[in-house]
């Protein structure tokens, strides 16, 4: 089995074992665009102009066909591929078909999306939850972390959304059923990953209180608190700072049933159009 990894660093492997070899940094985004992309057909001219528009059109086109004859080399590892005959060049159009044999953790993790998400569905999340959890599991890190195109960006904020939406989805089951530590532990995956989406701190802390852990909750605060004013220059929003008063004076203990019910039951929204504080400061 071949295996790409693009949720985090590029990594392509056969068997658990790392594939060294260099493909360069405009080659590396070529592998990635055709990874992710598989099945589409791509022209030549728009390739070579995508990764090597900085070289004239000739080299521009050598380049292009070095990169996919180091790809296909790439492939023909994997002895199933047949010395990659996958990857398929016709004229001026390119193809990177899918197989059996290729294993893409961005194609799998948009599968077990699609399967959780489906409006036609009639099962309940927590009866998927095996496959949520290997989803959220799954999740490395940004898509093509260190890269910067373009066309990257704009698929690691889809990647990134579907994420943070199979984590809430997860944190909520957890808290619902009791089970606070590993409910705190994915929400601190979540703040990892988007230090500054607010409600989600507000739910690690109501977490933390519920898991008897009220000191760590004033304590987490205080340091997201000074980060968010070094980074953002602005306070949290009211009702964050409404909560870390009623944690510090011990008020909450007086609704901290209806405020669980509250903040778990509608967790799940919170990454469906809406985003953290920082994206709508820019």
Request: aromatic residues 8%.
């Amino acid at each position: 089995m071949l295996s790409v990894r693009m949720l985090g660093v590029f990594s392509i492997s056969v068997d658990g074992e790392r594939l060294t070899e260099d493909v360069g940094p405009s080659g590396r985004q070529l592998c990635g665009f055709l990874f992710e992309y598989m099945g589409r057909v791509h022209r030549r001219e728009r390739l070579a102009d995508q990764f090597w528009g900085h070289l004239d059109p000739e080299r521009a086109r050598a380049a292009l066909n070095t990169a996919l004859w180091r790809l296909r080399k790439l492939l023909s590892r994997d002895p199933k591929s047949q010395g990659g005959q996958n990857l398929r060049s016709q004229g001026s159009e390119i193809v990177l078909e899918p197989a059996c044999w290729l294993d893409v953790d961005t194609h799998c993790f948009d599968a077990a999306m699609k399967e959780l998400f489906d409006p036609r569905s009639s099962a309940p999340m927590s009866a998927r939850l095996p496959v949520l959890e290997a989803a959220v599991q799954s999740y490395a890190g940004p898509f093509l972390d260190g890269e910067d195109a373009d066309w990257v960006l704009e698929e690691r904020e889809r990647l990134h959304s579907l994420y943070v939406r199979a984590a809430s989805e997860l944190v909520s089951i957890y808290g619902l059923s009791d089970r606070h530590e590993e409910a705190i532990a994915t929400a601190r995956r979540i703040i990892v990953a988007d230090p500054f989406r607010e409600s989600t701190f507000r739910k690690l802390a109501i977490l933390l209180v519920l898991n008897g852990q009220r000191g760590d909750a004033l304590r987490q605060y205080e340091r997201w608190r000074s980060m968010f004013r070094r980074e953002l220059g602005i306070e949290p929003m009211p009702q964050t700072l409404r909560l870390a008063d009623e944690i510090r004076s011990g008020r909450i203990f007086e609704h901290l049933d209806a405020l669980k019910m509250e903040a778990l039951s509608d967790f799940r929204h919170d990454s469906v159009g809406q985003g953290s504080r920082a994206e709508f400061m820019r």
